[in-house]
């Protein structure tokens, strides 16, 4: 379910529910040969010798791809007895499959091959398990999870794995051009299933609660590729049969329940997906710099509170600072509340999910300069992040000593907190 008053999304990992297959497929380079003959008398129809040899741009790049898309099954434990196949009582803790989604093969290394999928897809799992494309089931591992990018990352024997996926630069992707989903929808049953769509829009926000109750706050592509559930974890492809992102979500309806929206999915981008896998393979976790600040969207606040801030007239995006915590980077850097950050190095920002991406870039350690505008004036300062996101929580603790140990969790994932604009500048 999404956060604040935008809408209901569908995390995609779990299969269920009925499927309804048809429509229209245009086929383009057609070749027939022989001749077509009408059956003349009863009973004597006969299937007509003619080759059709359909080969598209988008046959070619579903082609590329398939073969390394997988099913990814996720088992979790009953712990209620049940008659075993074999006749007589199962034992009580024994696993069952939960829900499946999709992973992609992006990696051979020795005798390890790597799978992308969403950190949704495997979340409780006690065991897990890929469906490779040539019908083989295989063992997984999981080597790291990230909550907040919604990304995980799996390994399985590579003797298993032939091809793996390439990543495209998800930053050159144009509005408009064409997008192929390649996944399992509803689960394995409809396993290597490609749909087609274009890219609807790119950057788009989307906040949500995944079934585990965790947040999930990322930076998406829009896509109108039909997405269904089990769908999740799989490649958004471009023409070239290239991985522009991996599958995650799709819009269903209003938050209210009185709209039911179609062709509103989303993947995360490759360049975003490339930099969390990087870290996962190599840490196993995901250890983000923290800023220390609550922000707001320029864009969200009314135009009497903007014309407060005495910008130029040629800034309209950024991020308002709401407030800023002592003893973490911003402060430090000098940062203080109303200050409008339009840049994070080289990287324009417009939403706080913008600035987290941008940030989520860098390292603990590393030094980077922000762009900001204070009293109309724009001003940069070079901030060292040499706080994390654990960092956050602590200095937060005193605030949040109610939450609950899961709500403590999500808080330390979100290093740099939102704020709803109807709270900025409250106490003036």
Not at 12 to 25: E, H, M
Not at 244 to 256: A, F, H, P, V, Y
Not at 348 to 358: M, P, Y
Not at 384 to 409: F, G
Request: proline share 2%; aromatic share 4%.
């Amino acid at each position: 379910m999404a956060k604040g008053n935008i809408t209901k999304f569908l995390l995609t990992g779990v299969a269920g529910g009925a499927i309804a297959l048809g429509g229209n497929i245009v086929y383009q380079n057609v070749n027939t040969h022989g001749s077509i003959t009408s059956p003349t008398t009863a009973g004597s129809a006969q299937v007509s010798k003619v080759n059709v040899d359909v080969n598209t741009d988008t046959t070619a790049a579903v082609k590329k791809v398939s073969n390394a898309v997988v099913s990814v099954l996720n088992y979790q434990g009953s712990s209620s007895s049940s008659d075993s196949l074999f006749g007589g009582d199962s034992a009580s803790n024994t696993t069952q499959l939960s829900s499946e989604g999709s992973g992609v093969i992006y990696k051979k290394d020795g005798n390890t091959a790597y799978i992308v999928t969403n950190d949704h897809v495997v979340a409780g799992a006690k065991s897990l398990e890929v469906l490779l494309s040539g019908g083989q089931k295989v063992t997984a591992t999981l080597v790291g999870e990230d909550t907040y990018s919604d990304i995980a990352v799996l390994k399985i024997d590579a003797k298993y794995v032939k091809e793996t996926a390439t990543f495209a630069n998800s930053d050159n992707i144009t509005v408009g051009e064409p997008a192929i989903a390649v996944g399992s929808p509803l689960g394995s049953q409809f396993a290597n299933t490609a749909t087609e769509g274009i890219v609807s829009a790119k950057s788009r926000q989307v906040s949500m609660t995944n079934d585990s109750g965790q947040a999930v706050s990322v930076n998406a592509i829009q896509t109108d590729a039909s997405i269904n559930p089990g769908n999740s974890g799989g490649a958004l492809i471009n023409i070239g049969g290239q991985v522009i992102g991996i599958t995650q979500s799709k819009l269903t309806t209003t938050e209210d329940g009185s709209t039911t929206v179609e062709g509103i999915g989303f993947a995360i981008p490759a360049n975003d997906v490339v930099n969390i896998i990087n870290k996962l393979e190599r840490d196993g976790k995901v250890v983000r710099p923290a800023l220390g600040v609550s922000m707001v969207a320029l864009s969200s606040l009314p135009n009497s509170t903007i014309s407060e801030l005495r910008l130029p007239e040629s800034v309209t995006s950024g991020v308002v600072v709401a407030q800023v915590q002592s003893g973490l980077p911003a402060a430090n850097a000098g940062l203080k509340e109303r200050d409008v950050i339009t840049k994070v190095g080289d990287t324009s920002v417009s939403s706080s999910t913008d600035l987290q991406s941008a940030l989520y870039k860098h390292n603990i350690g590393d030094k980077v300069k922000l762009t900001f505008y204070r009293d109309g004036k724009q001003q940069t300062a070079e901030v060292t992040l040499n706080k994390s996101s654990s960092d956050l929580h602590l200095n937060n603790s005193s605030s949040s000593s109610s939450s609950s140990s899961s709500n403590s969790q999500r808080n330390s994932q979100n290093s740099d907190s939102s704020n709803d604009a109807s709270d900025f500048f409250s106490g003036n």
